[in-house]
């Protein structure tokens, strides 16, 4: 008779189970490590690191990075010397010496911090001291490689790394929540510090309150370069002296003055209003009620209006816009985008100043026809000019890199793009904007002069200047604006003492387009004697 | 047979618990070099991440022209001094720019003297 397996026969079967389960699970893990989590290390080595993601610049180059910094903290109660301690320590890391003796005579912590964000050279420097009780606490620096070139247009960020102004501040969702993906942005390096170098050099020859500029794409809605001095160290948390963290492109608003006459053209061509051609009188002064419009400078007593905007005359623009009406040259500037508020990815932004419907008058539709009485920030201007000349499309300004064709809806006609195109140049040949023409690049643009209004108060101070230039370029097939504008500009002995936009910011614009222009492949045109762009 | 079966298994346990310690033992002496190469990984990343950065600076466009101020005496060019290769005449043509002095707006070029 057949027995069934003893009761330590089962036992062992059962145990010798439970062994080849275990090592069956041993081994499944062991497949599953080496095999399906083999990416694992490698995230763990790179974990930790950043916290915000890198900036870098349409071409890839670093424009901001976390970096490894370290925070100083000392034990007084450790320190022999605590008056010397101080001493070394407040000349190696700039901290003040009071504040730091004080808190390591009457330490009420164990710990006093002596500064935060401690470069690897300081921190060699520091132990090199040999002092005993310091305590080097991990951090991380948010560093700008282009220092004060980019530094409103980039912002910067809190010590606790929260973004404060600019894209930091407008991009701190994107930067936080990939912190290992760079954020590219549309700016081109190259274009910003030949814009930054420029518009500086030309606030300091003109005494300049303030001055800045604007790269456009008008095609993408890219911004390649935005400027504002005074500028700051973003680097060197603290303003110092003349530093200013303000950005007068995007945060400011201005009564632009003439270069808001390009909007009335438009308005004016698009509606048939008038033709390039047309002769208007122009005088010594038109009167509309118990208000007279004045001319910058004297005119003779007619112009055509290529004339009037060649040689932007008040008079003749004035006349032009009332024949539109102040009901639809509301409705056109509404429809430009310069009646809202343009908001973009810097956290910036102006709400333009205007006047209410019912306020909307004669006199108001001929003083805004020449750009006062309306007060809008640059960067809404210059969106606005890109429909004007880049086939009559909305296109958004952008910060972020898209170089595919960014224009929407059609707003103006594409022929009446085309002839504000060809106004545009005749103003760089023949009228206020010959000092922005460029050898080989064919330059479109305006000037505007406008006469800043008095704080608080109502009317305009004479002879105290907003001076802008707005530049197109190459004008038959438009790539790029170049807007630059200067806050306050004195004339110089080489202007003849004239602070108007001719002199001043027309020339700048001139400047940055002959230095960007071979730079972004503009296609140039060869120069032949007696054929130049004059 | 069935003691031999008993032996074998407790030998093979016995086996077994052996070679697990020992892969235990190696994934832990594993473990601490992991976790140092990943702090070494760490802190060459940092240092590549700050060279990258210092690069940038170094290499960046204010650098630039200020070295080739004042190095080699560069300064701005006029756009009459550029070209590209697609505006040279070709052979036996004419070339574009000759002595005639060029008069305009943003820049003069003042006509070459004949050599003496």
Not at chain 1, 45 to 65: S, T
Not at chain 1, 381 to 394: H, L, T
Not at chain 1, 430 to 441: E, F, P, S
Not at chain 1, 495 to 516: C, E, F, K, Q
Request: charged letters at 20%; proline letters at 6%; one cysteine or more.
């Amino acid at each position: 008779m057949k027995q069934g397996p003893t009761i330590y026969q089962r036992r062992i079967v059962i145990g010798a189970a439970l062994c080849v389960a275990a090592f069956a699970l041993v081994g499944v893990r062991l497949v599953d490590v080496t095999l399906f989590r083999r990416g694992e290390a490698t995230a763990i080595a790179g974990d930790g690191l950043f916290a915000r993601a890198d900036i870098v610049d349409r071409n890839g180059e670093l424009l901001a990075r976390d970096l490894p910094v370290v925070d100083l903290y000392v034990r007084p109660h450790a320190l022999y010397d605590k008056d010397q301690a101080a001493l070394d320590l407040s000349r190696i890391t700039g901290t003040d010496y009071p504040r730091l003796k004080a808190a390591f005579d009457h330490a009420k912590s164990p710990y006093v911090l002596v500064a935060r964000q401690l470069t690897p050279d300081i921190q060699d420097k520091v132990m090199h001291l040999g002092l005993p009780g310091l305590e080097f606490e991990p951090n991380i620096k948010r560093y700008y490689t282009n220092g004060r070139a980019a530094a409103q247009l980039l912002g910067v960020t809190d010590p606790d790394g929260n973004g404060q102004s600019g894209l930091e501040g407008g991009l701190d969702v994107q930067l936080r929540t990939a912190p290992t993906i760079p954020v590219q942005i549309s700016v081109d390096m190259r274009v910003q510090y030949i814009l930054a170098n420029e518009v500086e050099a030309a606030r300091k020859t003109f005494r300049a309150l303030s001055a800045g500029g604007v790269v456009m794409d008008v095609n993408t809605g890219e911004i390649l370069a935005m400027v504002s001095v005074p500028d700051f160290d973003p680097n060197w948390r603290h303003l110092s002296g003349d530093d200013s963290d303000h950005n007068i492109m995007a945060a400011d608003r201005y009564e632009l003055g003439s270069v808001f006459k390009v909007l009335s053209f438009a308005l004016a061509m698009e509606d048939h209003t008038t033709t390039p051609d047309e002769v208007f009188p122009i005088g010594n002064g038109f009167r509309i009620g118990k208000f007279t419009i004045h001319e910058a400078e004297h005119m003779p007593a007619t112009y055509t209006a290529r004339e009037v905007l060649a040689h932007s005359s008040n008079i003749g623009t004035a006349q032009i816009a009332l024949r539109s009406g102040g009901v639809r040259q509301r409705q056109f500037l509404d429809s430009m985008g310069v009646l809202h508020i343009l908001h973009t990815e810097l956290s910036e932004f102006a709400r333009p100043l205007y006047p209410a419907a019912k306020n909307w008058g004669t006199i108001e539709t001929a003083t805004i026809g020449f750009g006062h009485g309306i007060s809008v920030a640059p960067l809404s201007y210059i969106a606005a000019a890109a429909i004007v000349v880049n086939g009559g499309r909305r296109v958004a300004p952008t910060f972020l890199k898209h170089p595919a064709d960014g224009r929407g809806e059609q707003v103006l006609k594409p022929e009446t793009s085309l002839k504000m195109r060809e106004l545009l140049r005749y103003v760089v040949t023949n009228g206020t904007g010959r000092k922005a023409d460029i050898a080989g690049y064919d330059v479109g643009g305006k000037t505007g002069s406008a006469e800043k209004p008095i704080p608080n108060g109502h009317g305009y101070q004479a002879h105290v200047l907003v001076t802008s230039f707005l530049g197109v370029f190459p004008i038959d097939d438009p790539r790029y604006i170049v807007f630059v504008l200067l806050d306050t500009p004195h004339g110089t002995k080489d202007t003849g003492g004239i602070a108007l936009a001719g002199s001043t910011a027309a020339p700048l614009a001139g400047r940055v387009i002959s230095r960007i222009a071979p730079i972004l492949n503009v296609p140039r045109r060869p120069v032949v004697p007696g054929h130049e762009n004059t | 047979m069935v003691r031999v079966f008993n032996t074998l298994c407790v030998a093979l346990m016995g086996l077994a618990i052996l070679a697990l310690y020992h892969v235990s033992e190696k994934t832990r002496v594993a473990n601490v070099e992991l976790t140092n190469v990943n702090r070494e990984i760490a802190r060459e990343q940092a240092s590549m991440s700050v060279l990258e950065t210092e690069w940038e600076r170094v290499a960046g466009p204010a650098k630039i022209q200020a070295l080739a101020q004042t190095n080699l005496g560069l300064t701005g060019a006029p756009t009459v001094q550029l070209s590209s290769f697609d505006a040279l005449p070709r052979r036996g043509e004419e070339a574009p720019l000759s002595d005639t002095p060029i008069h305009q707006a943003s820049v003069q070029v003042a006509t070459p003297r004949p050599a003496q």
